[in-house]
């Protein structure tokens, strides 16, 4: 580790701070990015003369790849054993948390030590199980929001746990309902809302499990002003467990293809959040959601709406939902250009 001019950086060196625009503060590139020759030429652009960077070694890149294998493993081991307590409560047992909890220790400890978990979550293997994949995803955006405000370890288990079964209700509500291939009418929908109380009641009999966790389940339906479900509890009513896993629900549920509906860009649900973010979501989870969020996709290639495939190069830190966008050598800034947006990222 070392810090050297920006002449002396080479293809595969990584970050070991952020970049930051010395003028806004902006983000440029996040720490634990591996430069490849476009951001190396993008920071120069940008007068940025010396990086603190890591050179990649053989050894050092079969470390990374070791830190990639094992977080599919532990993400692997955490599948298989919620699948087997989802099992076990379809068929009537009550959760033995301690069947799970090393795994979930081991998925708290991996992500809070990553960079960037985002990135890992795309080399998942979708599951055709889309609820069972969806806690999951959820249990791990959830520990990582929870990691950005602060929260201690003991916190943080409590919150994986609530985030992982948010949606055990569901277990509770006819499969026909659940896997419906197009849009609830209203008696069906009304019956879907009880898998809160459902899952809450769940959790509440499972020895281990605190009572933070199970409102988190129970709550995260819940909205701000009030027009949530299923007791319509307004702001200060609602636990804060609910309200981080309302925010990561939404994004994955939202990115994430489902039956009757198509996943939608990162970008697009990050504009319904952050217009959500007061009056429907909380305020302050919201932003230091996107504000941390948005970073982690400097670097990524995207596709734009009008066909053009690009690169994201600068992230407003004031507006973080509508990057700068480099196509060959022009620069596609969203935030003036209101009529284009990015509907995939590519890699």
């Known amino acids: 580790m070392s810090i ?41 652009n940008m007068n940025i003369n010396y990086l603190n960077v890591l050179e990649i070694t053989g050894e050092i890149k079969e470390v990374n790849q070791d830190k990639q294998k094992s977080f599919i ?8 054993k919620t699948k ?34 985002l990135s890992r979550l795309r080399q998942i293997e979708e599951s055709d199980d889309y609820t069972f994949q969806h806690s999951l995803t959820v249990c791990m955006l959830s520990i990582m929001l929870g990691k950005w405000l602060g929260y201690t370890w003991r916190e943080l288990k409590q919150l994986a746990l609530s985030g ?3 949606d055990i209700g569901k277990l509770r509500v006819s499969r026909d ?13 009304n019956i879907v809302k009880k898998h809160t109380i459902f899952g809450y009641n769940i959790l509440m009999e499972t020895v281990g499990i605190s009572q933070n966790t199970a409102l988190g389940a129970l ?10 479900y299923p007791l319509r509890l307004k702001s200060d009513k609602i636990h804060e467990f609910g309200k981080i896993i309302a925010v ?6 939202m990115t994430s293809k489902r039956i009757y509906e198509d996943k939608k860009s990162p970008f697009k649900v990050a504009e319904l959040i952050s217009e959500n973010r007061f009056g429907v979501l909380d305020a302050r989870i919201s932003t230091v959601f996107l504000d941390n969020i948005s970073k982690f996709y400097v670097g990524n290639l995207v596709k734009l709406n009008n066909g053009v495939i690009g690169e994201i190069v600068y992230v407003n830190k004031n507006i973080p939902t509508r990057p700068v966008v480099k196509v060959e050598d022009n620069f596609i800034d969203l935030m003036r250009l209101r009529d284009i947006e990015i509907i995939d990222i590519i890699e």
Request: charged residues 30%; contains cysteine; glycine residues 6%.
């Open 248 to 253: 990561c629900d939404i994004f994955n549920a």
């Open 219 to 228: 709550q995260h339906h819940e909205r701000e002003d009030g027009s949530g």
């Open 4 to 44: 050297i001019k920006i002449d002396e950086v080479m293809p595969g060196m990584v970050l070991v701070e952020d970049i930051e625009d010395l003028n806004t503060g902006n983000i440029l590139l996040k720490s634990g990015t591996v430069l490849n020759k476009k951001n190396i030429l993008h920071l120069k």
């Open 177 to 189: 309902i659940i896997e419906k291939p197009s849009r609830l009418n209203e008696m069906e929908f």
């Open 73 to 80: 493993d532990k993400y692997d081991n955490l599948a298989k």
């Open 84 to 117: 087997k307590v989802l099992k076990d409560v379809k068929l009537g047992k009550k959760i033995i948390i301690s069947e799970i909890s090393d795994e979930v220790n081991d998925i708290i400890d991996e992500i809070t030590s990553s960079n960037n978990i």
């Open 164 to 166: 992982l079964f948010h």
